[in-house]
């Protein structure tokens, strides 16, 4: 069973809005990282926005301030990532990620996080 779980992309207009889940099974220390990455073709894997789960602190790529919100509900044991305004350079595929519960974790950093779920395509049409 993969320790992550995420569901929710598909295609929208520029302007339109998606939301994306992702359910944990087995990561129940909350002394950890648990976010969003995205991938677009050619590109590296960069950073989207990632929440320390135990205080809830937020922490966000430039590119996405103002139009996207993490969020995370405990009983659930689940992040979300609210999209709105997107645009055609948000088109990616993005991948829910979650770090050991360690201390001095980089939010940014994708060799920093060890569970990955198997992503969900977002695309963007103009």
């Known amino acids: 069973q993969m320790p992550l779980v995420e569901s929710g992309g598909g295609s929208v207009q520029a302007g339109g809005s998606l939301r994306l889940s992702c359910e944990a099974s087995?990561?129940?220390?909350?002394?950890?990282?648990m976010g969003w990455f995205r991938q677009a073709p050619g590109n590296e894997r960069e950073v989207v926005a990632t929440?320390?789960?135990?205080?809830?602190?937020?922490y966000y790529a430039d590119s996405v301030k103002g139009r996207f919100t993490i969020s995370q509900d405990d009983p659930k044991n689940s992040v979300y990532l609210q999209m709105d305004s997107l645009k055609p350079e948000d088109t990616a595929m993005y991948y829910c990620?979650?770090?050991?519960?360690?201390?001095?974790?980089?939010?940014?950093?994708?060799?920093?996080?060890?569970?990955w779920g198997q992503g969900t395509q977002v695309t963007v049409s103009s």
């Open positions: 990620a979650a770090s050991t519960p360690t201390y001095g974790i980089r939010w940014y950093s994708a060799s920093d996080y060890v569970y």
């Open positions: 087995g990561i129940t220390d909350r002394r950890n990282f």
């Open positions: 929440i320390w789960r135990d205080t809830s602190s937020q």
